[in-house]
């Protein structure tokens, strides 16, 4: 059954399905054959050092309670989701946070978007898409490139809801 999955991206719902459905034993010897360590090969051969940065150290992650106004988005093909909030004040961005549900390039571009945004008007804002936003992260693969339009698709929902 292992032998068959090598190519699957190791998460923690991936480590949680394995040991509920693995003997005891066979689970962590599954894991650590599946599990890239932190510098293994894959995650490094796939992602850019900044993706991987904001992935195992994401900014501005967290509520914004005192936020002027925040959206969700859904991405209904992966089911990554993301919560972005921001406070304006005199038509710029004091604060933006965001919580995501997603993989490393949802996480990772939101992180980043939240560290662009701040500081920045509505109308730099307005500016930034996708691919600036893949770009500026050193690139991401065609297969996760999902992970630049679903933090823009927030920006564009977030910036409709201001006005």
């Avoid at 002027?68 to 004040?89: F, H, Q, W, Y």
């Amino acid at each position: 059954m292992l032998r068959d999955l090598p190519a699957l991206r190791f998460s923690r719902r991936v480590a949680i399905l394995f040991q509920s459905r693995l003997p005891d034993g066979q689970a962590s010897t599954a894991l650590r054959k599946l599990a890239p360590t932190r510098s293994g090969p894959h995650l490094k051969n796939m992602f850019s050092e900044a993706v991987l940065d904001h992935f195992r150290q994401p900014r501005n992650a967290g509520e914004l309670p005192d936020a002027t106004t925040s959206v969700e988005v859904t991405n209904p093909i992966c089911g990554d989701v993301l919560k972005l909030a921001a406070r304006v004040e005199n038509g710029r961005f004091a604060e933006v946070r965001f919580l995501c549900r997603g993989c490393t390039t949802a996480i990772a571009c939101a992180s980043f978007l939240t560290e662009r945004l701040r500081g920045r008007t509505l109308g730099e804002a307005r500016s930034l898409t996708a691919d600036e936003l893949s770009h500026l992260l050193g690139g991401l693969p065609p297969a996760t490139f999902h992970g630049a339009q679903l933090a823009t698709d927030a920006l564009v929902a977030l910036l409709a809801k201001i006005g």
